[in-house]
């Protein structure tokens, strides 16, 4: 009977590596848990209206119609990944994402964290009514889908806009909150919302 070469040391070191990193690869996605969908397609389970707002499933779409408030998740959330798709329907549209947000304050969650959805402030950090991070994704066309990814990690918030990163920031004040979209009068249509806690 043959006896087998033995491998390089070198090639065995590298194969420990190699499957150190990918275990710890997936116990990392293990311990952050799955994919939650926001919106089933179908009606508005899982959220609920604050003040004056009409939200409506229009083509298996989230659709926002009018009024002043906002749209929120019934659960709050501290650290996530928060991803959604959107459109808007009318010209010089207005609406915004909020993040960590309290149920204090009329229309819109006093000093709440927000992305913004307006069509002159496409994609900036809102707190309150104050720009934090300038807006810097230009304006989208009329019925074009726009993929948002919002990465929130204890006082770090990132966006990347159809997959390019826009902005990081370091300073978020918020610990947790609710999810919701803004309602300024301006149609909407959102889909393929889905958060991943971390």
């Excluded at 070469?5 to 420990?16: C, G």
């Excluded at 690869?25 to 009409?54: H, M, R, S, Y």
């Excluded at 009329?106 to 402030?121: R, T």
């Excluded at 019925?143 to 990465?151: D, G, L, Q, T």
Aim: aromatic share 12%; net charge positive; hydrophobic share 40%.
């Amino acid at each position: 009977m043959r006896h087998m070469k033995r491998l390089p040391s070198v090639f065995l070191s590298a194969l420990a590596c190699f499957h150190f990193a990918l275990t710890c690869g997936i116990a990392g996605e293990a311990n952050e848990g799955k994919w939650e969908n926001l919106f089933n397609g179908k009606d508005l389970t899982g959220w609920a209206p604050v003040n004056q707002v009409d939200f409506v499933v229009t083509n298996s779409n989230l659709r926002l119609v009018k009024g002043m408030g906002w749209l929120r998740t019934e659960k709050q959330y501290t650290d996530f990944i928060l991803e959604l798709e959107w459109r808007a329907l009318v010209p010089e549209y207005d609406s915004g994402i909020f993040l960590r947000a309290g149920l204090e304050g009329k229309p819109w969650p006093n000093g709440g964290w927000q992305v913004n959805l307006a069509h002159g402030a496409l994609g900036g950090l809102v707190k309150g009514y104050k720009t934090v991070v300038p807006a810097e994704t230009p304006p989208m066309p009329l019925n074009k889908w726009v993929k948002f990814r919002i990465e929130v990690r204890g006082k770090k918030v990132t966006l990347d806009v159809d997959g390019q990163r826009a902005w990081e920031y370091n300073e978020l004040d918020s610990q947790t909150g609710y999810l919701g979209i803004q309602a300024e009068n301006r149609s909407f249509d959102f889909r393929n919302l889905r958060v991943l806690r971390l």
